[in-house]
């Protein structure tokens, strides 16, 4: 009834059969070993429409199965995409892998993959079409950043410690035995970064992962670098060690019961802790740490490392002097941390404050944050924001409306008059420039050759010199308003609760007055002005 052409055509010979329908010929395909190929309806509908049938009537075509291979736009993977047989060839694994090499794949193939894929001619209709991934590629792994392994307990984690009683209860004033270390002892171990798992992708390119960020283990006074192990710091003293920027020193530790016109003013080259409190009008200046136990009254501490005040530090206005300076000072080159102030005078790196700040000037590099946990609620409350990049606090000003200035990104300032000093640097250097390429026009024009080669070889030098000036000057300029952009975009006030009327926020060069009580939000500088920020949740 049906036949094959040598073009892949199904005939059927109508003056054979006679199909009385469109349908009888399909019905009869089925029953054919034809039924796999595709059915021309198209072809079988027009011969019951012509006038003029043809005798011989194709009625289906057989197709092979068809296999192509599409690399993704990052490269990553090859899909394979099969289109079943209709009654023609499958695809081989053979025919398979030239279409994977034609497509560039050189990396990431795995037969498995493939067979996976070709199983489906076993599995599927005829026609049907279907995908799979036939090479992957292997992302990069970026190394691990360099870390410090502690190995020794710092005086300011022990003293995060209380001692437990016998019966359960913490006794806040004894922290036990101070934390001592004999020389020789290792302090910490640097584990060294790692360079990352080098990637590919399917057409054979190698990725080249970020290797992780180094740097240098720093020996503070009292350790050095181990002579056995370059990544081993170690102790060089006994005393209590603390913790600085990427490494730590070894401080001997002063200790005294109360600093009072009894023991007069303390001056130590190490670390202190006063385990009751600093008596009015005294001095505690350390090179280390200085932690007190109990409060500070008038007094005055000065801390070549961090200092923490476990109860409050309280001053008052002093009507002696013509400015009127606070009577307490707290001055620390880390960390300060205490449980509340008023007037007092303070400075550091950061500054922590647990409940509540009253009429106090604070000076910070970078944050001030009055109140615990991940949203403090603690009151800043009067006084001034000398400096900081943010400020964090629950209720900022007072619901009265009394004036408050907060001063941020105030280093920017100093930022831009370097940018400005170094632009007028570059303009020396460029007129410098200028000049000499007159002298080599100049030079030029002489008709001793000796003495031309002599002028044009001292000129070109000061040439050179000017040119690696101006290159130095760039690159400075670039870094500074990197600088300031950063400083920028990092600075923030944050009110959890509240901000208060009377409130003057400035940051950088730009101020915002508050006249009403603002619900939760921040302030922060954007395109120019500076704009609050409710929070939703």
Do not use: W
Not at 93 to 107: C, L, P, Q
Not at 274 to 280: F, L
Not at 471 to 479: M, R, Y
């Amino acid at each position: 009834m049906f036949k094959l052409a040598h073009n892949g055509n199904i005939l059927l010979n109508i003056a054979e059969l006679n199909p009385p329908s469109a349908a009888f010929i399909v019905e009869a395909l089925e029953r054919s070993p034809y039924a796999d190929c595709a059915v021309d309806h198209e072809s079988i509908k027009a011969h019951f429409t012509n006038e003029y049938p043809e005798q011989q009537l194709v009625v289906a075509k057989q197709h092979d199965a068809c296999f192509s291979v599409q690399v993704s736009d990052d490269q990553m993977q090859a899909i394979g995409n099969l289109t079943t047989a209709q009654g023609g060839k499958s695809v081989t694994i053979e025919d398979a892998k030239k279409e994977i090499v034609k497509a560039g794949v050189s990396r990431g193939y795995k037969q498995a993959y493939l067979e996976q894929i070709l199983t489906k001619q076993l599995e599927l209709e005829p026609g049907v079409e279907v995908s799979g991934i036939v090479a992957q590629g292997r992302p990069s792994v970026d190394g691990q950043p360099a870390k410090l392994i502690q190995h020794v307990q710092t005086v300011k984690e022990r003293l995060k410690q209380p001692k437990l009683r016998e019966d359960g209860t913490v006794d806040m004033r004894d922290f036990g035995a101070l934390t001592s270390v004999a020389p020789g002892t290792v302090l910490i171990t640097q584990r060294p970064a790692t360079p990352g798992k080098e990637g590919f992708n399917v057409v054979g390119d190698s990725i080249i992962p970020l290797p992780g960020e180094s740097f240098q283990l720093m020996a503070g006074e009292g350790t050095q670098i181990s002579p056995a192990n370059p990544l081993e710091l170690v102790a060089t003293i006994a005393g209590c060690p603390s913790s600085i920027q990427n490494g730590m020193r070894v401080d001997d530790v002063f200790t005294i019961g109360e600093v009072n016109v009894r023991s007069g003013h303390v001056d130590f080259n190490g670390s202190v802790i006063v385990t009751q409190g600093v008596a009015p009008g005294m001095k505690v200046t350390a090179k280390g740490d200085i932690t007190v136990m109990g409060s500070v009254e008038s007094g005055e501490l000065k801390s070549g490392g961090s200092i923490e005040v476990k109860q409050a530090v309280i001053g008052h206005l002093d009507h002696k002097n013509n400015d009127e300076g606070l009577t307490c000072r707290l001055i620390a080159e880390g960390d300060i941390h205490l449980s509340h102030g008023q007037y007092t005078y303070i400075e550091a790196d950061n500054v922590f404050i647990d409940r509540q700040s009253n009429h106090c000037d604070i000076k910070a590099n970078k944050l001030i944050q009055v109140g615990i946990d991940e949203h403090p609620k603690g009151k800043l409350l009067g006084g001034e924001i000398l400096d900081a990049k943010m400020v964090i606090a629950g209720e900022i000003g007072s619901e009265s409306g009394a004036k408050m200035s907060i001063y941020l990104a105030r280093s920017g300032m100093k930022i831009t008059k370097e940018s400005d000093d170094c632009l007028k640097a570059l303009s020396q250097t460029d007129d410098q420039l200028n000049t000499l390429q007159q002298a080599i026009e100049k030079a030029d024009m002489l008709k001793d050759v000796e003495k031309k080669k002599q002028l044009m070889a001292k000129i070109g030098a000061t040439q050179q010199h000017y040119c690696h000036q101006a290159e130095e000057l760039e690159q400075q300029l670039s870094q500074l308003e990197l600088n300031l952009h950063d400083l920028l975009e990092q600075t923030k006030l944050t009110a959890n609760q509240a901000l208060n009327p009377g409130v003057e926020i400035h940051i950088f060069d730009r101020v915002y007055k508050t006249n009403r009580s603002y619900p939760p939000c921040t302030a922060s500088l954007q395109d120019g002005k500076i704009e609050i920020d409710f929070k939703t949740s």
